[in-house]
């Protein structure tokens, strides 16, 4: 009965990454690219507004945050996203 | 024409790829725009070429040959020095691979992203139709349903 199957056999000593050394810099230089500097810096511009704004925005005088199942919404809304995204990108590149 | 690709050049790896679609001698000449006796003799061709491909793979990595499917881009083989059977692909995509029966185990490997990427495109190029929830498998499980369903064990 076969089992599973994997490019390596038994025993042998994975190689770390096949794409270069997994060191810190190569890491950091992942992470810091043009669309994560712009989603950081936009979520923390939002953010800064937000705050400034929250008494006008807030104008029943209670949290909104546990209102109206703002919490559970924007879970749901972000996870459908998240999914949308995920399956369009998979379909472009099973498109290429 | 390298070892990857199973020496095939483009134009014979897309003759080989429309084969293994099932379509005639005929059809692939129309499609090609060749004729059909251009497209027999290829055939004799890709299979020499995969053939010999397939053997320096099991010599390279000391393998028992059991079959040999040129159509399909399969060899079926046994590993002695491992006790376990293996299976080398080709394809157009990820070119000459070894892949080893065993329960593997991605959980510690850094490979499993690139490995998961690979999988996914050889069983794209087969035809193989992959379920939702394969895609949240180890490669490992999933490499055997790409590869386990050509033996029989």
């Not at chain 1, 190569?26 to 400034?52: D, G, M, P, Q």
């Not at chain 1, 006008?56 to 703002?70: E, I, T």
């Not at chain 2, 251009?38 to 491909?53: G, N, P, R, S, T």
């Not at chain 2, 010599?59 to 881009?73: H, I, K």
Request: contains cysteine.
């Amino acid at each position: 009965m076969i089992k599973n199957a994997c490019q390596f056999p038994p025993g042998a000593v994975k190689p770390e990454s096949i794409h270069g050394p997994r060191d810190q810099s190569s890491l950091l230089k992942k992470i810091l690219n043009k669309r994560t500097l712009f989603l950081v810096v936009s979520l923390l511009a939002l953010t800064v507004l937000y705050s400034h704004s929250y008494s006008s925005l807030n104008w029943g005088g209670s949290p909104v945050l546990f209102q109206d199942w703002y919490i559970v919404k924007m879970s749901f809304y972000t996870y459908i996203s998240g999914m949308i995204t995920y399956y369009f990108r998979e379909y472009r590149r099973k498109k290429k | 024409m390298t070892f990857r690709v199973g020496y095939l050049t483009p134009r014979e790896a897309s003759i080989w790829g429309l084969r293994r679609q099932n379509l005639t001698q005929s059809d692939i000449g129309r499609e090609l725009g060749v004729s059909r006796q251009a497209v027999h003799k290829a055939y004799q061709i890709i299979d020499h070429k995969l053939e010999q491909a397939f053997m320096e793979a099991a010599e390279t990595n000391n393998l028992e040959v059991e079959t040999v499917n040129v159509v399909e881009g399969v060899m079926l083989a046994h590993s002695p020095a491992h006790d376990i059977p293996v299976v080398v692909s080709v394809s157009k995509v990820n070119g000459l691979k070894v892949w080893y029966l065993y329960e593997g185990n991605c959980d510690s490997c850094h490979l499993e992203t690139s490995c998961r990427n690979i999988l996914e495109a050889e069983a794209l190029e087969r035809g193989i139709r992959l379920q939702s929830l394969d895609k949240w498998i180890p490669p490992t499980q999933l490499a055997k349903e790409i590869f386990g369903r050509y033996r029989d064990d």
